[in-house]
């Protein structure tokens, strides 16, 4: 793992409040996994020994700087270092084809990002939480399943399986999707791959097919952004059969689960279901959507993730 310093000027951005710049460093992380170099943002605060450091990954095929950075800056300023990244084939991380959704690939992003933290010598950690947001909330869950000696899991209006990506398609829809998904399978091997719209402009075929869903996805894109919306059309194929946790018994560390009962992307009651499968959960419901929590639902959601984290330093 190799890294950069930066220390910028805050760009003005509409919503909820940003630190100063005088709370916190940000250091630019490279960590392979797999072979593949991926690369991450470390924020740490500035007077804390042996910080808790929060690693976090958001939305579907969404890059570190979709909505994330604000997280980042405010768990900072509250005493934690946070490391959000991106997973391979995305964003300033190496690897083609270009924003692929892979769910075993990413959550062995997760272990890599993981285990590169822990290499750093000049690091002292004081714990790792890991912290997913949507689709990540998921794989965050599985992590910490997988490697038991993370602190704490926060996931934040899960994704728990793939259904919501085709529910309103029908069956023809949902068909077409499968179909799509295979051309892409056959066809990356020789000619590169098939792409699908990630959010699109309803004209055709795309991952999300909800008007409302996609104009909250497109808020999250800043200004500037060179990102490319489409991802290989395998993505319907991997979130067809889907599922974040097999087994919910096997998450022994303290968890969070955050859902919005008007989110349609993550059901409020399969969040619930799964809360009350955990060893040790801590169930937060708030009255918003999926996106909402980009925004006007900031702040409550991440005073609910402050008072839990703390609870479990």
């Known amino acids: 793992m190799s890294a950069w310093r930066h220390r910028g000027p ?6 909820p409040r940003r630190p100063s710049h005088f709370d916190y460093s940000r250091v630019t992380l490279t960590f392979d996994s797999e072979g593949t170099e991926c690369t991450g943002w470390l924020y740490r605060p ?3 020994e042996s910080p808790t450091v929060v690693v976090l990954a958001g939305e579907l095929a969404a890059e570190r700087r979709f909505g994330l950075r604000r997280y980042a800056e405010r768990l900072a300023e509250a005493g934690f270092a946070a490391f959000c ?13 270009r924003n692929l959704v892979d769910p075993d690939s990413q959550v062995a992003d997760w272990h890599a990002a993981i285990d590169g933290l822990r290499e750093q010598s000049e690091l002292d950690i004081g714990g790792i939480v890991v912290m997913g947001i949507g689709l990540s909330g998921g794989y965050a869950l599985r992590a910490a399943a997988e490697d038991g000696t993370i602190s704490a899991v926060v996931a934040q209006y899960p994704m728990l399986n793939g259904k919501a990506i085709f529910a309103g398609r029908g069956a023809k829809g949902t068909l077409s999707a499968l179909v799509a998904g295979v051309r892409d399978k056959l066809q990356s091997r020789v000619f590169g791959p098939h792409t699908v719209p990630v959010i699109g402009d309803g004209a055709s075929m795309s991952v999300f097919e ?13 200004p500037g952004s060179t990102w490319n919306d489409e991802t290989p059309a395998r993505i319907f194929l991997s979130l067809f059969r889907y599922r974040a946790v097999s087994d919910p018994e096997e998450i022994y560390c303290p968890t969070l689960l955050v859902s919005g009962t008007r989110d349609d992307l993550a059901p409020a009651d399969a969040v619930a279901s799964l809360a009350d499968d955990l060893p040790n959960s801590t169930l937060v419901e708030l009255p918003v959507g999926h996106f909402t929590h980009y925004d006007r639902g900031f702040e409550a959601t991440f005073g609910h993730l402050v008072t839990f984290l703390r609870a479990n330093e």
Do not use: A, I
């Open 85 to 97: 990244f991106d997973y391979r084939n995305t964003g300033d991380s190496s690897g083609e084809p």
């Open 46 to 48: 500035d007077d804390v």
């Open 10 to 15: 805050v760009t003005r951005e509409r919503g």
């Open 210 to 222: 909800d008007p409302g869903v996609r104009g909250s996805y497109r808020q999250l894109v800043p």
